[in-house]
């Protein structure tokens, strides 16, 4: 069998060697026509067409064909399933020719698949009404495109479709699901992958389980401690280039949207209203993906949540890295804003969710659960509050080094609401209006009117103008600078680097208020410190300015508590003006989070680091794993002091995460 299989090759090769050295003339691409009205089937001509799918079906199409089915017609009980490929620049295209309503082609049930390709590539499907409800629930779907074993697959457009009534499977997910339009890659013995992708412009209503569905089994990697398709997976092959834009995704059972198993997906101005309408069993949310890198989620509108098993328009979830929502529009979800929830063992790190509009979205606003997520940040975003939701559900324990808010404005005016936000790190937030039970701390807080123009009127997301700040704000140049911070607002209006940021998702400043910078720690070292536990745990000084948010500075206890007061000395390596610091206290959670925060404290600057003169700054800090901010009259000098003088709860120990200086 192997000798026949060489042969075969080779005689391959050797046909494609001929065909190279002398090529026919290429054939000249056909158009081919269908009328399901027509009394009989004739050739495939406009004068001619056929009356079925069975020719079409039949044959192998090749490059720059196209399939064309006449409007005004219905093509009931039907699969088209046309053969071939197309060619870069040439794709086969099924679209719709005449006047009048686009071609319908009612699957009824009797098919699976209403629109089928496999293995193929250099494809367009437009223009066509598809459905497929039978007489009762099964796995069936609208457009199914597959890959098997059969490599990168490249060029698929999906665009102007109206797909609808398809009535699947309401409980399976993942691979052979039942869906609107489904992108599936099967087999797990020859690398396979979809590449350029685009669903645009399509309508998908009422179909159960997805709207929009993405899956592979090509999804092994250290960051996805879970894969769920057992002896079949293979090792991580995301698909690339995926683009779904301007679709209206509605009344859908389960997830709406969904981009699993993609690097770099761009996933923009869809509608998404009403998901996990029917689904009975599993968990669902609006629009989100799974195992995916450098994924963006911008200008969607989503609303219409119907359940509080997920139920959130948006998801940060197991194996998302890098993952940036911003410019989106959330309401009326009964689940909430966004979950963020990594798989046990898994990765879901470097997150950025910017710039976004949520109002009257219930449940759990921002909903931490399951595994931890690392180093997300949350900023300049409006949540409006006006019915009864828990703001924040920190139910997995998360703390600062696992998702930080800055400059987002709580506008909550319903006395039903409540905050779990356990040791979540907060700076510079407005928290206006009620102030329900367990309001973070947030060193740099306001609680005064931002003065929007209108909350809590936005219709649209085109129509969210009240969420504008009016002149005078206390939001206005308020704001923390941000690393990454975009280069827009929500409106459009220019946000630029460097320059402190208002509050909220509206730029309305134009005038750059320089911030305060961070010191570069990368000169730094210990100059001094009184006490370091380093037997019974890693709790060097150096840690309170390594960069890592979960290793600590805890002074001596094994051995007995060295006393207060404690303090650190640290070499900035260069003489700066010193205007401020930042001290972290520990981002751990469990009985101990609150050993050795520091409650009273002086701050020094010396030139020698030995004159240190009087103190430039004193006071108390709050009990909380908040970061603190200190600002103080600028003094120059290259080294900096930090005394603690008493610990929160009374205690010998002082802790420190991290300390950064201010210039």
């Known amino acids: 069998m192997r000798l026949f299989r060489s042969s075969l090759v080779a005689l391959t090769t050797l046909a494609t060697a001929v065909l190279v050295a002398a090529p026919p003339a290429a054939a000249a691409a056909t158009n081919y026509y269908v009328d399901c009205s027509a009394s009989t089937s004739g050739s495939g001509t406009q004068a001619s067409p056929w009356n079925s799918f069975t020719p079409v079906n039949a044959r192998t199409f090749a490059a720059g064909d196209q399939i064309l089915i006449r409007r005004g017609t219905t093509c009931a009980n039907q699969q088209l399933f046309p053969k071939g490929s197309g060619a870069a620049g040439a794709p086969i295209v099924i679209d719709a020719y005449g006047s009048g309503a686009k071609p319908v082609l009612a699957g009824n049930g009797a098919v699976v698949d209403v629109v089928k390709l496999y293995n193929q590539q250099y494809w367009e499907i437009r223009n066509l009404d598809i459905s497929n409800r039978g007489s009762a629930i099964a796995t069936r779907r609208g457009v199914h495109i597959i890959r098997e074993n059969s490599g990168t697959g490249t060029y698929y457009r999906v665009t102007g479709l109206s797909v609808h009534d398809v009535n699947g499977n309401q409980t399976k997910k993942d691979d052979d699901a039942s869906a609107g339009i489904f992108f599936e890659i099967l087999g797990n013995t020859t690398p396979t992958k979809f590449d350029d992708v685009l669903i645009s412009n399509n309508t998908i209503t009422t179909v159960d389980r997805y709207g929009i569905h993405f899956w592979t089994r090509w999804m092994v990697r250290p960051e996805l401690a879970n894969p769920n398709c057992g002896s079949t997976c293979g090792t991580w092959l995301p698909q690339t280039r995926v683009v779904v834009r301007g679709n209206t995704v509605t009344d859908i059972g389960g997830d709406a949207v969904v981009v699993h198993h993609t690097q770099s997906a761009l996933v923009e101005n869809n509608r998404v209203d009403g998901f996990r309408v029917r689904e009975p069993a599993q968990c669902a949310a609006g629009i989100w993906g799974w195992n995916i890198n450098d994924a963006l989620f911008q200008f969607n509108e989503v609303s219409g949540g119907r359940s509080t098993c997920d139920g959130q328009g948006f998801d940060l979830d197991e194996g998302n890295i890098r993952t940036i929502y911003q410019y989106n529009y959330s309401h009326d979800n009964e689940g909430g804003f966004i979950l963020l929830c990594n798989g046990g063992g898994s990765t879901t790190k470097d997150n950025i969710v910017r710039y976004n509009i949520s109002q009257n979205d219930r449940g759990q606003i921002f909903d931490l659960v399951c595994g931890k997520i690392t180093n997300t940040k949350i900023y300049n975003n409006v949540f409006y509050v006006g019915q009864a939701a828990q703001i924040i559900n920190n139910s997995n324990g998360s703390t600062g080094a696992n998702a930080e808010f800055y400059n987002n404005i709580f506008y909550v005016t319903t006395t039903q609401a409540s905050y779990n936000a356990g040791a979540l790190l907060f700076d510079s937030n407005v928290f206006y209006g009620q102030h329900p039970a367990g309001e973070p701390a947030d060193p740099n807080k306001t609680t005064a009117d931002p003065l929007f123009v209108a909350p809590g009127t936005a219709t649209s997301i085109s129509n969210a103008g009240g969420y504008r700040l009016r002149a005078g704000s206390p939001a206005l140049a308020s704001g923390q600078v941000m690393t990454s911070p975009g280069s827009r607002d929500f409106f459009g209006g220019t946000v630029t680097p460097g320059c402190r940021p208002d509050r909220g998702a509206h730029q309305l400043s134009t005038v750059c208020v320089p911030s305060a910078g961070v010191i570069p720690r990368t000169g730094w070292s ?130 420190a995460a991290e300390i950064y200086a201010l210039n």
């Open 526 to 655: 210990l100059k001094y410190v009184d006490s370091q536990e380093t037997a019974a745990e890693n709790g060097a000084a150096t840690n309170a300015f390594d960069g890592n948010l979960s290793t600590i500075w805890h002074t001596k206890y094994s051995g007995g508590n060295a006393p207060m007061p404690h303090e650190i000395q640290i070499n900035l390596g260069a003489s700066y003006s010193v205007s401020g610091i930042r001290y972290l206290p520990r981002q751990d959670s469990g009985s101990g989070a609150a050993n050795g925060r520091i409650g009273q404290y002086e701050v020094y600057v010396s030139t020698d680091g030995t004159n240190w003169g009087t103190a430039v700054a004193t006071g108390t800090f709050a009990n909380n794993a908040s970061q603190k901010e200190v600002r103080f009259t600028a003094k120059t000098g290259q080294y900096l002091r930090l005394r603690a003088l008493s610990e929160v709860n009374g205690n010998p120990w002082t802790t």
